[in-house]
């Protein structure tokens, strides 16, 4: 089957540092990716990782290992308007995207 | 760059009716467009794929006579729910992908509410 995991919520400090990890078991992979999801917004692409590593792409950066299914993203120097929902998805085959639940973080001052 | 637009952004309509959505890739031609629905608090869902002039490939589970889609050109495709229920109310969210990373671009979604 497929499956993606990600918490369901994190809370952080706004100017702070906070990770979100995914895991995910699917039948195919040719990349993963974070988007960022407003209330009421459609997503918005943050990174795209296919090989292992980070790739790093001004506050947020994405780490991928493929042996051990398990990427995470991070994000520095925390804003208010950072708080959305952040899902991670992969490329299964064909293009399609599977989605994780995403992971509600909320900055607080 | 890779701007998708869907219109409308919200609509109401009564039980029974049908309804239609555009998506729209604004800068590039989308060799590849899908559909989503996401259901508060929850994840997007897919439901379709379309590539340009072909069938759309739909997903277990969705009726592709009740969600009719049309990709007519690489920088148009269209959801038409038929026969819209209150079960179908959604946000309806389109995607529209090329090249090699197949990243998708999505549009602003659309709040379809069946009274």
């Known amino acids: 089957g497929q499956n993606i995991d990600q918490p369901t919520e994190m809370t952080a400090t706004e100017g702070a540092i906070v990770q979100i990890n995914c895991t995910y078991q699917?039948?195919?992979?040719?990349?993963l990716f974070w988007y960022q999801q407003h209330a009421g917004e459609a997503p918005t692409f943050l990174s795209y990782?296919?090989?292992?590593g980070l790739e790093e792409k001004g506050r947020f950066s994405s780490f991928l290992s493929r042996s051990k299914g398990y990427s995470y993203l991070l994000l520095k120097e925390l804003q208010m308007k950072d708080s959305a929902s952040y899902l991670c998805?992969?490329?299964?085959?064909?293009?399609?995207?599977?989605f994780g639940q995403g992971t509600e973080l909320s900055v607080k001052p | 760059g890779a701007v998708v637009s869907q219109h409308p952004s919200w609509v109401i309509c009564k039980s029974g009716t049908s309804v239609k959505i555009e998506c729209r890739s604004l800068?590039?031609?989308?060799?590849?467009m899908f559909w989503y629905r996401q259901f508060p608090k929850q994840s997007l869902m897919l439901m379709a794929t379309?590539?340009?002039?072909?069938?759309?490939?739909?997903e277990q589970g969705v009726e592709k006579d009740k969600f009719l889609i049309n990709h007519a050109s690489l920088t148009l495709s269209t959801l038409t729910v038929t026969s819209a229920h209150p079960e179908d109310s959604s946000f309806y969210i389109c995607?529209?992908?090329?090249?090699?990373?197949?990243?998708?671009?999505f549009g602003p979604g659309t709040r379809l509410t069946v009274l």
């Open positions: 699917t039948s195919g992979f040719n990349g």
């Open positions: 379309s590539n340009e002039g072909s069938k759309a490939t739909y």
């Open positions: 998805a992969v490329n299964n085959q064909g293009g399609k995207l599977i």
């Open positions: 990782n296919v090989l292992d």
């Open positions: 995607s529209a992908s090329s090249g090699a990373t197949d990243t998708q671009y």
């Open positions: 800068d590039f031609q989308a060799t590849t």
